[in-house]
């Protein structure tokens, strides 16, 4: 991994003016024999202290630009340690691989080598993507990355070609979202540690899955978080929702920068994985003339062109901002893609009515037609949740460049009880969000059990040890959601049992409705793969209109080969609808009301009656249909 190093000196070399090359951390060099290299610049003085299998300490020497480095002998894999700055106080290592203590324990030496059997594995293209997206901790009864291997091919029959994990870097105790990692380099020990997650890798691969996995690189968690005590990783200039900003454009920031894109460029090359989410990049403050996002995705992607495998970057982010995916050349990042917040809220409303929060500034069908054309609803209006003008156009963004879903972790377990639509919604509704979601010219996202109506919740939880940011969690989950008026208390996020109900019941999938569930999503995801007009993501071969008094969501798409009509009657009664008469017949693929699908069974849909150069027909409350016609 060398060459890791090499690679992103082509594409930044203001980066890597005066330090030294190599990788960060311990990395052993031969047998009984380990290189360590630290970035430390407040520091006059580093010691390595060893303290197993023999106690001793190891001055450290100093280099440039801030960096100390030893070869140490009689250091093999299994060894662990910390660094003591000064003379004083002793920390483990920024860049550390494993953490077998957890965050407050001393790093491990490991053997980063695997026996991969993925080498004829080069990713699949973005536009082929369908995300699972699950946690590790409450996927299985295990919580583990070993666990996964085995629902991995029930997952690929299922239609989906791409797991994201949710952050697995290290964070306190053994239960957690991800998003209080401490340790960017280091894999969560009670996952599996790296071991784990490469086998993870290794199996997804062997069976056409590719690996997502979530990086969070606008801030790390409140406990175990050292990394302020060996340099200016963080910044006072400016404030993010979890405290200080990562310094990415202030004094030295060109060595915190490194140590990122270094992380990134470790998931992919050492752990094969195919692709990175980026967790709130609006968070990742950087009014730099090159700033930090960019820079990353050149590396990655030069990364992946050495390696010959498809890699990509895929942003969460709160702004609508285009800027984010759009090319270089238009002034953009050029990042692969983005998740789009508005599909999932405007779906919701029209699903529910719910107008509470930043509900509140969506209308429902209407904007969801709008989501469904174009990607954003927000492109510059004013929001009044948000008290301002935000957003920017995206009739310009591919709608392979836009990741939508009907839930996802935050939208779940942001709700004061974790609550699925599974939990508060009609099967038929559950339905609807399957069928325009996985048929949609976007990268359609699951998040786990959602393909067959799981009901538990998915809750916040943590297993923090500091009392005191046990309590200032509690108080600051209450504020942040007020909004919404939600009444009785939040679920306790240090209870276990928040953990515990948070699980994943697997074997739903094989009983009543959830298997029938199960069944449509396969179904849809079949046509999506099999239907030339559904599967390029080509917003612009497509036309969405509304229908009987604006209850009925159409969206036509079209192809050279073919063309479909999705209609949605989002309402309580039967909608009549009017259907375009195509030069070839319109041929019925899905009808969501009926009874093989947990309907009570078609409003005669198909019994279209052709009036004036058009299909006359019906469709049943909370349904869809799906017809196709090829094209002569």
Known sequence: MESVLDNSRTTAPALFARRPAGLLGAVPTEENRCRFLLWAPYAKNVELHIENPRDRGIRMNRLDAGYFEVVADDVGIGAQYRYRLDGQKEYADPASRFQPKGVHGPSQVIDSRFDWQDAGWTGIALRDYVFYELHVGTFTPEGTFEAIIPRVSALKELGVTAIELMPVAQFPGDRNWGYDGAYPYAVQNSYGGPLGLKKLVNACHQQ???VVLDVVYNHLGPEGNYLGAFGPYFTDVYKTPWGQAVNFDQAQSDEVRRYFICNALQWIAEFHVDALRLDA???????????????????????????????HLIAE?????????????????????????????SLRVALTGEQTGYYGDYSGLKDLAKAVREGFIYDGQHSKHRGKHYGAPSQEVPGERLVIFAQNHDQVGNRKSGDRLAATQSFAKLKMAAGLTLLSPYLPMLFMGEEFGERAPFQYFVSHGDPDLVEAIRRGRKKEFSSFEWKGELPDPQDEQTFLRSKVNWELRNQGQHALLWRLCSELLRLRREIPALTKCDKQAMEVSLQSEDRVL?????????????????SEVVAEISLPDPPGAWGLQIDSSETRWGGEGSSDAVE?????????????????????????
């Not at 403050?285 to 050495?306: M, N, Q, V, W, Y």
């Not at 982010?317 to 809220?345: C, L």
């Open 208 to 210: 056409g899955m590719a």
């Open 281 to 311: 990049v609006q968070a990742i403050i950087d009014p730099s003339a090159s700033p930090f996002l960019r820079e990353l995705g050149i590396a990655c992607h030069a990364k992946a062109r050495e390696l010959k495998r498809q890699v």
């Open 317 to 345: 982010s709160d702004r609508n901002d285009p800027r984010i995916v759009n090319r270089f050349e238009k002034g953009g990042w050029q990042i692969d893609a983005q998740w789009n917040d508005d599909f999932h809220h």
């Open 554 to 570: 159409l969206v036509k798409r079209w192809n050279e080969d073919s063309q479909t009509l999705l209609a949605c009657n989002f």
């Open 608 to 632: 279209s009656a052709k009036v004036e150069g058009c299909l006359q027909t019906c469709i049943a409350p909370w349904s869809f249909l799906l017809w196709a016609a090829t094209v002569r």
